[in-house]
């Protein structure tokens, strides 16, 4: 799996758009790109993932270059529950690949 | 709560004890995995089971370590002669076979502190 680089941290103000980016420039062509989080002394939580268009949900957007060597997770509206450490993993889908590989993510500390 | 459950949450045992985690996954999912993460890292994968065949160790998984899945529902983690080094937080995590293999579902964590 490609290997991801993150910002060790990250400030946010409460209420503005959290922007975290993430570069995973040998990204190959059946990788995607997987986001979690990890909030104090909890398992780490999925939150979404894609191949090279944008995906939203529910928690979060992801916006993934046309080149796909970079992509930056969006929490539209950062709140003081979403301080947490968040993870960018690039993994092939389906297969015999079944490993998440974590780095050491980026602490966004979202201030009041 | 029908989410992963990881039993007991912490445990503190002298070095040289043997120590077992239970996992019991979410109801309907088939795969489970076992990660152990410590401080200031993030999590490594151990092991992984589909129903109750153990597909994948890594190599961090040595001798003294035992996963089992016995009839593809609940694991445990079995660690024995416990080391200094064996510290950390062992965290299980199951996914659904129809899936993508990369969305899964995370429990707790059960902390282990060895003294």
């Known amino acids: 799996d490609a290997k991801t680089t993150q910002p060790t941290s990250m400030d946010c103000a409460e209420g503005r758009a959290a922007n975290l980016p993430c570069n995973h420039s040998?990204?190959?062509?059946?990788?995607?790109v997987y986001w979690y989080r990890q909030i104090h002394s909890q398992g780490p939580q999925y939150i979404i993932h894609?191949?090279?268009n944008n995906e939203t949900n529910e928690m979060a957007s992801l916006i993934i270059t046309e080149d796909r060597k970079s992509s930056t997770l969006i929490l539209p509206h950062a709140t003081l529950r979403d301080t947490a450490v968040y993870y960018c993993?690039?993994?092939?889908?389906?297969?015999?690949?079944?490993?998440?590989?974590f780095g050491k993510g980026t602490l966004l500390t979202v201030n009041p | 709560d029908t989410g992963v459950s990881q039993d007991p949450r912490h445990k503190i045992t002298k070095r040289g004890q043997n120590v077992t985690f239970r996992c019991d996954p979410i109801?309907?999912?088939?795969?489970l995995y076992w990660y152990r993460q410590t401080l200031g890292q993030g999590p490594e994968f151990l092991t992984y089971?589909?129903?109750?065949?153990?597909?994948?160790k890594s190599r961090l998984l040595s001798d003294r370590f035992s996963a089992e899945r016995p009839k593809g529902s609940f694991s445990t983690l079995e660690i024995q002669r416990t080391e200094q080094g064996d510290s950390a937080m062992y965290l299980c995590?199951?996914?659904?076979?129809?899936?993508?293999?990369?969305?899964?579902?995370f429990g707790e964590g059960s902390r282990l502190t060895v003294l």
């Open positions: 995590a199951s996914s659904l076979g129809t899936q993508n293999t990369g969305e899964l579902f």
């Open positions: 040998t990204i190959s062509g059946n990788e995607y």
């Open positions: 894609g191949l090279k």
């Open positions: 993993i690039v993994k092939s889908s389906g297969g015999s690949n079944y490993k998440l590989t």
């Open positions: 109801s309907e999912h088939n795969r």
């Open positions: 089971f589909q129903n109750e065949a153990q597909l994948e």
